[in-house]
């Protein structure tokens, strides 16, 4: 087969086309845009781009990179390298490096023509160097950023991409990536990133499906260059099912070509001469990249094998296209096949000359140390011994870059094939417990606390504390803060880590781990742990002047000083932490403090001062690459602020988006309960009961987890209470009052015992009369009076609980729900404010004080109308019907009730509540009229009915449908 089967032209995309050219004329106008073009392979992703991006008006830059299918977990930022090297090659090594910082360049690592690179820096200076550099280029011309196969990227370039997205202010930039889709499975990062895509800037996406016949047609008469047979195009079109990648291939095949259309792209180079099939195959196994002519040259066999002919046959058949960084496959489907195809002993043969020829362009220095590509070919190779020395080099430039997972990746390949090697530590020049405490490191580093607290365990097995206290003490440390994250434990370590570590042997090392025992404390309420051993970390951080030792001792204090009520002190302490950890770049450190002192301006009633703060740490988190750790437990945050002043949707979106980037298990139950707290005020309880369940599922199997547990318990007893479950609320009040004043933080407890006194009022509203239920009522009360008193802080928020509770434990007067009213009011807690108006609104109309009750559900109808808070509203409009006070929900009264019994509203009203089994004086208590008038309505209802019996009442009523019609009232 000689005959090219490329179209010269590009059909039925003329839509697609229109949509980037205009993300291009906004991005030139100064708002920058992202375009994703996605579909399954050979849609014509790339050409549609490289027809959309030719002869764009104002002369841009367009760079280009493409992500590799090999290594794409360990090879960090390689379409962004190339991106960079394209700008490099386009503008001049000098001018690039004017534009860089002076003193050295972190991109230095990348591309070491920009000169050395500074010899510490910090997670997101690349990032910022690589938007600084974009910016700035854009301001001489427009500049076009394409990012090929983002399906392939590794986890360092989907954040530099997802950071570029949402970092490109007022820059002339356009960024477009394609993503294959269709084989990828659900749950695959480059989904995630899709998803995470949507968080700070505006992205679009095309999606290409399939083509029409008609563009069929048109393809395959430019590919012929004659008029389509239309029976043909036809069978083409059903065959190729519109992909352009297929009728390609179909259009030189005969009527009747064998086998699938994978099967079909392989007869394409089935007659190849052996030297281009030879070159095919080297390019296959090369992973995607592009590749020199004199590299392909080494690889078939050095002098006398090159391999010009052979690209010119490729060439000329459009099997392989020139690019700016080497000859490459035209289409990675076709490289699949190739590579494929290979049988398992020549696909290893390839793999190792692969690398030899790479190992010597490293060492005669003109390929740098080949790193990840030498160990990835080397272990497809089967030669471990030369692939895990190459991982290890591989592993230690990753990490320098701050590229953790790609780090992460090549430590765990070094350790898969350390079995494998005779005498591996000799090889790389460190043990294998050295090997796993970096794995630990790198993947606390990257968030990925599972696989930390294996690889943590597995150097302690292979340790001896007595002969190696204070490496064991380091691992400990690492594993208990590991844990701390993963479920809230790790408390057992660190405290077996402070004993190996007495003071004077290694003071940083000590305060280190006092700091982080301190940590964990504070989140399990054990506050006086806490403040003894921060304060001794403090101590140690002071007398030897470090900073970076100082900052996550302050963090912890400011916390304790703001469970103490002294919020000025802890904002300072809060202050001090910030500047330190942010001068040490301890981004943990610098982080966890929008979110403690957010925290703490919520427990002071200040819920917008808050949002603002939790949204200020959540843009830095995104700034420094923690999106997915910190950045979503300030996700949290800022939601539960959104939430208390009633701004749902915003509440909602924060934590959709920070559930998008998959965060930790522990992290993402935090999460989760926000969003089905939020749910469950809006009536949506499918949503929330698949909410608690996934909850409910990670607590079972989870130790620790203080806070989540309380948390979750809270939602529990408020859908109890909810459903008119009060009974099924009080078994989960009795589960919890014994630990709650323990084990459970400040705020959750003074919340636990308003949800208690209100199941046991309820409890005792449904049974007036059971001396048993109103003993075992005032016993709980007084339990949980004893709960809310342990809560020694005075926060305005816990002053609001305690108001609540003493009106819903005590007498009831009005006066008292008034003065809890006031205080959700003052801080701006709208639902809290309604829910307790229409609980001081029942109060008055017990007292018949039915002004009073009017005006107070009509403050609380309107609020909880405007947040859209259907099942309180639907109670309000209850309690407005039962006491006669319809104008509050907006109807009209009236004494005609328009049934055929001719039962008055109120004798409907006493029907409804008699027919689910209620006695004159619970019924009496609920309609808010006497147990005389009660008696007298039933009287009516019975002869009116023509019934012998309540029972027999309540069964007409259903047949008749009269308990389906709802008073106006």
Same mark, same amino acid.
């Given at each position: ?125 690349? #990032? ?46 356009? #960024? ?72 390609? =291939? ?19 180079? %089935? ?20 590749? @020199? ?61 692969? !690398? ?65 090697? &005779?005498?591996? !530590? ?19 580093? %990257? ?203 915003? =509440? ?21 309960? =926000?969003? =089905? ?63 709650? &004043? ?79 009213? %006031? ?19 029942? !109060? ?8 009073? @009750? ?98 027999? !009442? ?16």
């Amino acid at each position: 087969m000689t005959d090219s089967a490329v179209s010269p032209l590009l059909v039925g995309r003329d839509g697609e086309i229109a949509v980037l050219r205009a993300a291009y004329d906004r991005a030139r106008a100064g708002r920058p845009s992202t375009v994703l073009v996605s579909g399954e392979a050979g849609i014509g992703k790339s050409r549609l781009v490289a027809e959309a991006v030719r002869e764009l008006p104002g002369d841009p830059l367009v760079l280009s990179g493409g992500c590799l299918e090999l290594g794409a977990e360990g090879a960090p930022y390689v379409p962004f390298i190339a991106v960079l090297r394209d700008l490099v090659r386009r503008l001049g090594r000098d001018r690039v490096a004017a534009l860089l910082p002076p003193d050295g360049a972190a991109l230095g690592d990348w591309l070491p023509e920009l000169g050395p690179a500074p010899e510490r820096y910090g997670p997101a200076r690349l #990032l910022e160097e690589t938007l600084a550099l974009l910016s700035s280029a854009a301001e001489a011309r427009p500049v076009v950023v394409v990012v090929e196969d983002l399906h392939w990227a590794d986890a360092s370039s989907r954040e530099l991409f997802a950071y570029l997205v949402r970092n490109l202010a007022r820059a002339a930039v356009l #960024l477009v990536g394609t993503v294959r889709t269709g084989e990828p499975a659900a749950g695959r990062p480059d989904r995630r990133m899709l998803a995470e895509l949507g968080r700070g800037g505006a992205v679009e996406r095309v999606g290409l499906g399939p083509l029409a016949h008609r563009h069929v047609a048109a393809l395959l008469a430019a590919v012929d260059g004659r008029p389509p047979d239309p029976a043909r195009s036809g069978r083409i079109h059903r065959r190729s099912g519109g992909n352009p990648l297929f009728v390609e =291939a179909l259009s030189n095949a005969g009527e009747t070509p064998p086998g699938d259309l994978r099967t079909l792209l392989l007869a394409r180079i %089935a007659d190849l001469p052996a030297p281009s099939h030879e070159t095919l195959e080297i390019l296959a196994v090369a992973g995607g990249g592009g590749l @020199a002519d004199d590299l392909i040259g080494a690889i078939r066999g050095g002098p006398g094998h090159e391999p010009w002919d052979a690209l010119a046959d490729l060439t000329g058949r459009d099997l392989v296209v020139a690019r700016e960084d080497g000859y490459a496959i035209r289409h990675d489907l076709i490289r699949e096949v190739v590579y494929d195809a290979l049988p398992p002993s020549r696909r290893r043969r390839m793999h190792a000359r692969y !690398a030899a020829a790479l190992a010597a362009r490293a060492g005669d220095g003109t390929g740098g140390d080949g790193g990840l590509a030498l160990a990835e070919h080397w272990t497809a190779a089967g030669e471990y011994g030369r692939a895990l020395p190459a991982a290890w080099r591989a592993a230690g430039h990753a990490g320098r870059q701050n590229a953790h997972d790609e780090q992460l990746h090549l430590l765990e390949l070094v350790l898969d094939q350390w079995a494998k090697v &005779p005498e591996p !530590a000799e090889l790389i020049g460190a043990d294998r417990a050295d090997v796993l405490e970096r794995a630990a490191t790198a993947a606390f580093d %990257a968030g990925r606390s599972a696989a930390g607290v294996a690889h943590g365990t597995a150097a302690l097995d292979a340790l001896d504390p007595a002969a190696e206290p204070e490496r064991t003490a380091r691992l400990l440390g690492l594993r208990g803060r590991l844990r701390s994250r993963l479920d809230g434990g790790g408390r057992d370590d660190l405290e077996r880590a402070v004993a190996l570590v007495p003071p004077g042997t290694s003071d940083a090392l000590r305060s280190r781990l006092l700091s982080a025992l301190a940590f964990t404390e504070f989140m399990a309420v054990g506050l006086d742990e806490a403040r003894r051993h921060a304060t001794e970390a403090r101590d140690i951080a002071d007398r030897l002047g470090d900073g970076a030792l100082r900052a996550p001792a302050q963090l912890v204090l400011g916390a304790l000083h703001g469970t103490s009520g002294d919020v000025e002190r802890a904002g300072r302490a809060f202050a001090e932490a910030r500047r330190d950890a942010e001068a040490a770049g301890d981004a943990y450190t610098f982080l966890t403090t929008f979110q403690w002192e957010s925290s703490l301006w919520a427990d002071a009633g200040r819920y917008a001062r808050a949002a603002d703060l939790a949204r200020t740490g959540r843009l830095a988190a995104d700034r420094l690459g923690q999106a997915r750790s910190r950045g979503s437990t300030l996700a949290t945050v800022h939601a539960v602020c959104l939430d208390a002043l009633g701004r749902w949707d915003e =509440a909602e979106a924060v934590i959709d988006d920070a559930l998008a980037l998959a965060p930790p298990p522990l992290y993402t139950a935090y999460l989760r309960l =926000a969003a =089905a707290d939020i749910a469950h005020r809006r009536g949506r309880f499918d949503r929330a009961g698949t909410l608690l369940r996934q909850v409910t599922e990670f607590a079972v199997h989870t130790t620790g987890a203080a806070e989540a547990r309380s948390w979750l318990a809270l939602t529990r007893i408020a859908r109890a209470l909810d459903e008119d479950a009060p009974d099924t609320a009080d078994v989960i009040v009795r589960e919890h009052l014994a630990s709650a &004043p323990d084990t459970w933080p400040p705020r959750e407890t003074a919340h636990f015992a308003v949800l208690g006194a209100r199941a046991q009022r309820a409890r005792r509203a449904a049974a007036p009369r059971n001396r048993r239920i109103a003993a075992e009522t005032a016993d709980r009360l007084a339990d949980l009076a004893r709960v809310l008193d342990s809560v020694r802080i005075a926060t305005p928020l816990i002053d609001a609980f305690r108001l609540t509770f003493r009106a819903l434990a005590e007498s009831g007067e009005l006066a008292r729900w008034d003065e809890a009213a %006031a205080a959700w009011d003052d801080l701006e807690n709208r639902y809290e404010t309604a829910v307790v108006l229409a609980e001081g609104a029942a !109060a008055a109309l017990a007292s018949n004080n039915r002004p009073g @009750a009017r005006s107070r559900l009509g403050r609380a109808r309107a609020i909880a109308a405007e947040l859209g808070a259907a099942p309180l509203l639907a109670r309000i409009d209850d309690l407005a019907a039962r006491g006669r006070l319809t104008d509050t929900s907006g109807g009209t009264s009236g004494n005609a009730s328009g049934n055929a019994f001719g039962l008055t509203r109120r004798e409907l009203d006493v029907l409804r509540v008699l027919a689910r089994g209620r006695s004159n004086q619970q019924i009496a208590a609920e309609l808010f009229i006497s147990v005389n008038t009660v008696a007298t309505h039933v009287t009516r209802v019975l002869t009116k009915l023509g019934a012998g019996s309540r029972t027999q !009442a309540a069964a007409r009523a259903r047949e008749s449908g009269l308990l389906d019609d709802r008073p106006a009232g």
